[in-house]
């Protein structure tokens, strides 16, 4: 067994096409750390999302912070400011998407329970202290959550969407 080359890797990247490409929103809303949204970008990146979207005090770039983390992946995702949150809800809706919130509720289901119909989805993901902001976890129309075993309840909010990017990776990869 031999590791591959940064340019290999690169070049077998660059072959590949993601099931998400066309079909995937992450949205980050409230987001105090700049490094994780340095991370989501990374994880956009790995996973070749369509959009990631920021909202709400979420740090956008450029910022050195989110760039040591994205290591440049910043400027290969394509990213949004959105500052009206009911009038980009409404056009997701318009659109077909499914808004879904990564959050834990009375109706959440379990991430590896989500069944696509297809549809492309949007992903909303909250503060890492108070989680999905209420007013926009109305307005989704589910709540996913990873499920845990242990003594704490939640995952730092770049680990969590790189959880969640991957299971939504293979849930369109076999659609």
Known sequence: MKKLSTKQILQRNQERVSPLQNHFILW???????????????????????????SGFTPTPPRAEITKT?????????????????DAIRKLKKAGYVIASLEQTDKSIP????????????????????????????MTD???EIPQFGMKHSLNVSV??????????????ST
Request: net charge negative; with cysteine.
């Open 142 to 144: 589910l709540s996913i």
């Open 111 to 138: 991430l590896h329970e989500f069944k696509s119909d297809g549809s492309p989805v949007c992903l909303v993901l909250g503060n890492e202290v108070t989680g999905v902001d209420h007013n926009i976890l109305e």
């Open 70 to 86: 994205a290591i440049g992946a910043e400027e290969h995702v394509t990213w949004k400011q959105i500052t009206d949150i009911n």
């Open 160 to 173: 969590a969407a790189g959880v969640a990017l991957y299971a939504f990776y293979d849930i369109f990869r």
């Open 28 to 54: 980050l809303h409230d987001i105090r750390s700049l490094y994780n949204v340095g991370a989501a970008f990374r994880n956009a990146d790995a996973f070749g999302i369509k959009e990631l979207w920021l």
